[in-house]
């Protein structure tokens, strides 16, 4: 029995350091090239879901960096109406598919949920792997096409009949549809593994009135996404069975519905705002109680705060298509449920300031960032109302007022908490600190540009400035708002730019962090930084809710698993009681294939639906070597089966 | 809402704080109460929440960890959060109701002598008609400029040829989308004279920066004026030059997309061109009606607008004038 107390850095013992180097052969990832692709721990696919989301954040950001330039003059010729609509649609779907869900719910579920948990990697490795891929692909075939001139160009959302076969040809909308479906699959994959990891893998004692709100708050967008994304696979498809297969789902003309479309879309594309911004008021739960000194005060009500909001993620869909003449009664009700969304927000935000009212305030640039978040993200709720009230919507919907309303949301609840999360944990991941210096400046200048480049927006919307136009006549008194929007993009790529930069100089020469420089209470800070790939020692138990705040002076540990597989602890959903051991699988090259196989099959069925008719071939072939069984892992789990008796 | 239509360029032609008829009132109304309360109630959060910021600062070397609380403390913190939820709920339903109030007043307005007008929206234009149902043959047709009497109630009974478009016009009233295989009703009223623009709100393809469109609001006796003009055929050429020009215009591309009625032009792809020169502008609003522009406009739209459905013209430069002063003799 050995302890986890917080503050304790206590030399190894001998049989320790023998159990420490079993460990460390047997959770080894493979290295060389080929190895690389076999990886599966979940640290290393978080720390690739991060790196290419980040990727993927600045290629959409640079393309509102052009769109900027254009907007910065009217009637401008920086970009034709063809390449702007182009780069409007790559931004938005870019930002929506390929970064915000990428980066808040799957790069940090994947890379935090099973350490704060307490246990040694992900549940389905294998799928997690395959999912990275998937994602990973989906966003090259996006961006290829996008250099060829097949850029997806209806908007983030390509509404038919404007996506349908009618009135875009070519490729530019199959590829968009294609996007979709690959990224949801990845998100689909992912929302297992969370639900899996944190319902069955949870340290003995961590109940649920004790998972920290952190992993609360991925497990309920893990829900989310398990039942929205089905609503746009289906709703994507269909378009893409409209263009390539000769279905006529959305063609009026023969009986189709250009409404059904909307409303599977909004069925997911509500709920996705709201699995955008969860993970962020997750990331502010965790950096709040951290720099407050305290517990989060109101643990319950933030956790009901959470199931709620998700529950009403889905019973607000129509407040996008008000425009569309909804009946009166209709209108109400969606109306009254899109106001009901600021009581838990409210009292999330009510809390949070309670916590930190109660506690002492450390102000770190973690902290900044969360402080940021309060001041645009509570903006972003309060346009919300505008949005909500059906005759006001009528007005601000589809203008600029609704783009700095969302970019509000988004960048407030995402972005603001994003760059505080990437603060928070860098020095467990990278086992240096980032310097609070430039961090800060970078603070500064985000939030300066972000307000410079995005309040003016809801003032030109006022003003009557549809979104979505390449450009603007010069008599309507939108060009000096739009030119101050366009000098504030300039921050903002400043602070992006230096925040890299922080980055980059903190691997080579940032101070060491230690295994908790924030003195902060999760497990994840009960291990070395970087965490080794069986990410702890020994298996944590779990005393309160911050596990390591809480913990006893001699707080005990697992003891028992076998040392000569990837053997994890199972325990009871509930009370999280031990209740068996399993065996994670190691490092394969097949999920890697799997996902070429997918991907062929997909982006085959661009041109053909035959693409998946014989895709499926490969997929197969593939699929089976993946799951073909090893003797010794069957041995073992037959041993482990009597044991269990 | 006057604190917005105080700062220069609010009070526009495009803005919905300027309202002109009766339901963007109703609705500036509502907006002008959610925009005092949410506006009250961030600057209240945020001050509330930077007091405490300042008065609790710490540094991590000294903070406890982790920070005792007390339960009198905490008691005192339920409270708070409580008082501020129910705070909220009572201001939700506040708007809420004003909410409800005003989509009761829109859907209320008076539709029985309303003067229905129907509105086509194309990629990238309006097709506007003025139905006659007592004398079909006098239905007058039109593009990109609605004339209407102030003071009478209208409805735009509204569909798309396409894509979807949403037709918007703010200082009038909210906007409401035209959807293929959907026709929609929208009533309103323009109570001020003017010239109103509209511009198209639900992305339609390439030019969708460029399908506005201007309510013309007039008092009843200019109306019924326009009216009766717009319900005469065309002109017969007067000159030689107009003569000839038609002879062009009929012998070229433009018969297979527009009309002109009194001529054997007949076809419905493209605006009616019967009394193209009463309109001020030309390609939805993004040129004034000037000989200049439409002589450009004839021989490469492509040039001005892209993607817009009008093809580059061969036409030679006699012909072209002869065309272009047919056309504007078209009042």
């Given at each position: 029995?050995?302890?986890?107390?917080?503050?304790?850095?206590?030399?190894?013992?001998?049989?320790?350091?023998?159990?420490?180097?079993?460990?460390?052969?047997?959770w080894?990832?493979?290295?060389?090239?080929?190895?690389?692709?076999?990886?599966?721990?979940?640290?290393?696919?978080?720390?690739?879901?991060?790196?290419?989301?980040?990727?993927?954040?600045?290629?959409?950001?640079l393309?509102?960096?052009?769109?900027?330039?254009?907007?910065?003059?009217?009637?401008?010729?920086?970009?034709?109406?063809?390449?702007?609509?182009?780069?409007?649609?790559?931004?938005?779907?870019?930002?929506?598919?390929?970064?915000?869900?990428?980066?808040?719910?799957?790069?940090?579920?994947?890379?935090?949920?099973?350490?704060?948990?307490?246990?040694?990697?992900?549940?389905?490795?294998?799928?997690?792997?395959?999912?990275?891929?998937?994602?990973?692909?989906?966003?090259?075939?996006?961006?290829?096409?996008?250099?060829?001139?097949?850029?997806?160009?209806?908007?983030?959302?390509?509404?038919?009949?404007?996506?349908?076969?009618?009135?875009?040809?070519?490729?530019?909308?199959?590829?968009?549809?294609?996007?979709?479906?690959?990224?949801?699959?990845?998100?689909?994959?992912?929302a297992?593994?969370?639900?899996?990891?944190?319902?069955?893998?949870?340290?003995?004692?961590?109940?649920?009135?004790?998972?920290?709100?952190?992993?609360?708050?991925?497990?309920?967008?893990?829900f989310?996404?398990?039942?929205?994304l089905?609503?746009?696979?289906?709703?994507?498809?269909?378009?893409?069975?409209?263009?390539?297969?000769?279905?006529?789902?959305?063609?009026?003309?023969?009986?189709?519905?250009?409404?059904?479309?909307?409303?599977?879309?909004?069925?997911?594309?509500?709920?996705?705002?709201?699995?955008?911004?969860?993970?962020?008021?997750?990331?502010?739960?965790?950096?709040?109680?951290?720099?407050?000194?305290?517990?989060?005060?109101?643990?319950?009500?933030?956790?009901?705060?959470?199931?709620?909001?998700?529950?009403?993620?889905?019973?607000?869909?129509?407040?996008?298509?008000?425009a569309?003449?909804?009946?009166?009664?209709?209108?109400?009700?969606?109306?009254?449920?899109?106001?009901?969304i600021?009581?838990?927000s409210g009292?999330?935000?009510?809390?949070?300031?309670?916590?930190?009212?109660?506690?002492r305030?450390?102000?770190?640039?973690?902290?900044?960032?969360?402080?940021?978040?309060?001041?645009?993200?509570?903006?972003?709720?309060?346009?919300?109302?505008?949005?909500?009230?059906?005759?006001?919507?009528?007005?601000?919907?589809?203008?600029?007022?609704?783009?700095?309303?969302?970019?509000?949301?988004?960048?407030?609840?995402?972005?603001?908490?994003?760059?505080?999360?990437?603060?928070?944990?860098?020095?467990?991941?990278?086992?240096?600190?980032?310097?609070?210096?430039?961090?800060?400046?970078?603070?500064?200048?985000?939030?300066?540009?972000?307000?410079?480049?995005?309040?003016?927006?809801?003032l030109?919307?006022?003003?009557?400035?549809?979104?979505?136009?390449?450009?603007?006549?010069?008599?309507?008194?939108?060009?000096?708002?739009?030119?101050?929007?366009?000098?504030?993009?300039?921050?903002?790529?400043?602070?992006?730019?230096?925040?890299?930069?922080?980055?980059?100089?903190?691997?080579?020469?940032?101070a060491?962090?230690?295994?908790?420089?924030?003195?902060?209470?999760?497990?994840?800070?009960?291990?070395?930084?970087?965490?080794?790939?069986?990410?702890?020692?020994h298996?944590?138990?779990?005393?309160?809710?911050?596990?390591?705040?809480?913990?006893?002076?001699?707080?005990?540990?697992?003891?028992?698993?076998?040392?000569?597989?990837?053997?994890?602890?199972?325990?009871?959903?509930?009370?999280?009681?031990?209740?068996?051991?399993?065996?994670?699988?190691?490092?394969?090259?097949?999920?890697?294939?799997?996902a070429?196989?997918?991907?062929?099959?997909?982006?085959?069925?661009?041109?053909?639906?035959?693409?998946?008719?014989?895709g499926?071939?490969?997929?197969?072939?593939?699929?089976?070597?993946?799951?073909?069984?090893?003797?010794?892992?069957?041995?073992?789990?037959?041993?482990?089966?009597?044991?269990?008796? | 809402?006057?604190?917005?239509a105080?700062?220069?360029?609010?009070?526009?032609?495009?803005?919905?704080?300027?309202p002109?008829?009766?339901?963007?009132?109703?609705?500036?109304?509502?907006?002008?109460?959610?925009?005092?309360?949410?506006?009250?109630?961030?600057?209240?959060?945020?001050?509330?929440?930077?007091?405490?910021v300042?008065?609790?600062?710490?540094?991590?070397?000294l903070?406890?960890?982790?920070?005792?609380?007390?339960?009198?403390?905490?008691?005192?913190?339920?409270?708070?959060?409580?008082?501020?939820?129910?705070?909220?709920?009572?201001?939700?339903?506040v708007?809420?109701?004003?909410?409800f109030?005003?989509?009761?007043?829109?859907?209320?307005?008076?539709?029985?002598?309303?003067?229905?007008?129907?509105?086509?929206?194309?990629q990238?234009?309006?097709?506007?008609?003025?139905?006659?149902?007592?004398?079909?043959?006098?239905?007058?047709?039109?593009?990109?400029?609605?004339?209407?009497?102030?003071?009478?109630?209208?409805?735009i009974?509204?569909?798309?040829?396409?894509?979807?478009h949403?037709?918007?016009?703010?200082?009038?009233?909210?906007?409401?989308?035209?959807?293929?295989?959907?026709?929609?009703?929208?009533?309103?009223?323009?109570?001020?004279?003017?010239?109103?623009?509209?511009?198209?709100?639900?992305?339609?393809?390439?030019?969708?920066?460029?399908m506005?469109?201007?309510?013309?609001?007039?008092?009843?006796?200019?109306?019924?004026?326009?009216?009766?003009?717009?319900?005469?055929?065309?002109?017969?050429?007067?000159?030689?030059?107009?003569?000839h020009?038609?002879?062009?215009?009929?012998?070229?591309?433009?018969?297979?997309?527009?009309?002109?009625?009194g001529?054997?032009?007949?076809?419905?792809?493209?605006?009616?061109?019967?009394?193209?020169?009463?309109?001020?502008?030309?390609?939805?609003?993004?040129?004034?009606?000037?000989?200049?522009?439409?002589?450009?406009?004839?021989?490469?739209?492509?040039?001005?607008?892209?993607?817009?459905?009008?093809?580059?013209?061969?036409?030679?430069g006699?012909?072209?004038?002869?065309?272009?002063?047919?056309?504007?003799?078209?009042?």
């Amino acid at each position: 029995m050995t302890s986890t107390s917080l503050l304790e850095t206590r030399a190894l013992s001998e049989a320790e350091q023998k159990q420490a180097a079993q460990l460390e052969y047997i959770w080894r990832e493979p290295t060389g090239f080929i190895g690389w692709f076999k990886a599966v721990h979940h640290t290393t696919i978080g720390m690739r879901y991060v790196v290419t989301a980040f990727c993927f954040f600045l290629i959409a950001g640079l393309l509102a960096g052009a769109m900027r330039i254009q907007l910065a003059f009217p009637e401008s010729h920086f970009l034709s109406a063809d390449k702007y609509n182009q780069f409007f649609t790559m931004h938005g779907s870019t930002m929506m598919f390929l970064f915000a869900v990428p980066m808040m719910f799957e790069a940090l579920s994947v890379y935090l949920v099973p350490l704060m948990v307490g246990t040694r990697n992900i549940a389905f490795p294998r799928l997690n792997a395959y999912s990275y891929y998937l994602y990973v692909f989906g966003g090259i075939m996006f961006f290829v096409a996008f250099f060829c001139n097949t850029g997806a160009d209806n908007g983030w959302f390509s509404y038919v009949p404007l996506a349908g076969p009618d009135f875009a040809p070519g490729k530019r909308a199959d590829f968009w549809a294609q996007l979709i479906t690959f990224t949801e699959i990845s998100g689909l994959c992912v929302a297992v593994e969370v639900l899996v990891t944190v319902f069955k893998l949870r340290a003995p004692g961590m109940s649920l009135n004790r998972i920290p709100l952190f992993v609360w708050g991925q497990a309920i967008v893990a829900f989310m996404v398990i039942f929205s994304l089905p609503a746009i696979m289906l709703s994507s498809t269909m378009l893409l069975l409209d263009r390539t297969g000769g279905t006529q789902f959305f063609n009026p003309a023969v009986g189709g519905d250009v409404l059904l479309y909307q409303h599977l879309f909004w069925w997911f594309g509500h709920p996705e705002v709201y699995l955008i911004f969860l993970p962020g008021t997750a990331v502010v739960s965790t950096i709040v109680a951290t720099f407050s000194r305290r517990h989060a005060f109101g643990y319950l009500v933030l956790v009901l705060s959470l199931v709620s909001t998700g529950f009403l993620a889905f019973g607000l869909w129509v407040h996008h298509m008000f425009a569309t003449g909804i009946p009166q009664i209709a209108e109400s009700y969606f109306t009254a449920a899109s106001m009901m969304i600021a009581i838990p927000s409210g009292a999330q935000i009510f809390c949070w300031i309670a916590t930190l009212a109660t506690g002492r305030v450390v102000l770190k640039t973690p902290m900044w960032w969360v402080l940021g978040f309060f001041f645009v993200f509570i903006m972003g709720g309060m346009t919300g109302i505008f949005v909500a009230s059906v005759p006001v919507d009528l007005q601000v919907h589809d203008t600029y007022f609704v783009v700095a309303h969302f970019h509000y949301v988004l960048i407030g609840g995402a972005v603001f908490p994003l760059f505080g999360a990437l603060t928070y944990w860098f020095p467990k991941v990278t086992g240096r600190m980032l310097s609070e210096k430039l961090g800060q400046i970078s603070f500064w200048l985000f939030f300066i540009g972000f307000n410079v480049t995005f309040f003016p927006m809801h003032l030109v919307g006022l003003r009557g400035m549809p979104r979505r136009v390449y450009t603007y006549p010069a008599n309507m008194g939108w060009t000096l708002l739009n030119q101050i929007e366009s000098i504030g993009y300039i921050f903002l790529f400043l602070s992006v730019l230096l925040f890299m930069g922080n980055v980059y100089r903190s691997l080579r020469r940032g101070a060491l962090a230690g295994p908790n420089p924030w003195l902060a209470g999760t497990l994840e800070w009960a291990t070395s930084s970087p965490p080794p790939k069986y990410n702890f020692l020994h298996l944590p138990t779990v005393n309160g809710r911050e596990a390591l705040w809480d913990a006893a002076p001699n707080q005990p540990v697992v003891a028992g698993l076998d040392e000569d597989c990837r053997s994890v602890l199972t325990t009871r959903t509930l009370d999280a009681e031990p209740e068996g051991k399993d065996e994670f699988p190691g490092p394969s090259i097949w999920p890697f294939l799997a996902a070429v196989a997918t991907s062929i099959a997909f982006v085959a069925s661009v041109f053909t639906p035959w693409g998946i008719t014989f895709g499926t071939i490969p997929i197969a072939i593939t699929m089976i070597g993946w799951f073909w069984p090893v003797k010794q892992a069957a041995d073992r789990r037959r041993e482990r089966e009597i044991w269990s008796k | 809402m006057s604190l917005l239509a105080a700062i220069p360029g609010f009070p526009s032609n495009q803005t919905s704080l300027n309202p002109a008829g009766p339901a963007a009132a109703h609705i500036e109304h509502t907006f002008a109460l959610i925009f005092w309360i949410t506006a009250t109630v961030y600057f209240i959060t945020l001050a509330v929440l930077m007091y405490f910021v300042w008065s609790r600062r710490w540094t991590l070397a000294l903070a406890p960890i982790p920070q005792p609380t007390s339960d009198a403390s905490d008691r005192l913190a339920t409270r708070a959060v409580a008082a501020a939820v129910a705070v909220t709920v009572l201001l939700l339903f506040v708007m809420l109701i004003s909410s409800f109030v005003t989509s009761h007043r829109l859907g209320k307005m008076n539709d029985q002598q309303a003067l229905t007008i129907n509105v086509y929206g194309h990629q990238w234009w309006w097709e506007i008609q003025y139905p006659n149902e007592a004398e079909p043959y006098r239905m007058v047709t039109t593009a990109n400029e609605i004339h209407v009497p102030i003071g009478t109630p209208i409805r735009i009974h509204g569909t798309s040829r396409d894509v979807i478009h949403s037709f918007w016009a703010p200082n009038i009233q909210g906007k409401r989308d035209l959807l293929p295989g959907y026709n929609t009703d929208v009533l309103m009223q323009v109570d001020k004279a003017g010239r109103w623009r509209g511009q198209c709100a639900e992305y339609c393809g390439m030019q969708h920066a460029h399908m506005s469109f201007y309510i013309v609001a007039e008092p009843q006796q200019d109306f019924d004026n326009w009216m009766s003009a717009q319900m005469q055929p065309s002109v017969v050429p007067g000159n030689i030059q107009a003569m000839h020009g038609q002879q062009v215009f009929l012998s070229h591309a433009c018969v297979l997309c527009h009309t002109i009625r009194g001529t054997t032009a007949g076809s419905h792809v493209g605006p009616d061109l019967t009394h193209l020169a009463s309109r001020s502008t030309i390609a939805a609003g993004m040129l004034p009606n000037t000989v200049g522009n439409l002589g450009g406009w004839i021989l490469n739209a492509q040039a001005l607008k892209p993607g817009s459905r009008m093809p580059p013209n061969q036409i030679s430069g006699p012909d072209l004038q002869d065309l272009l002063a047919y056309l504007e003799t078209l009042k």
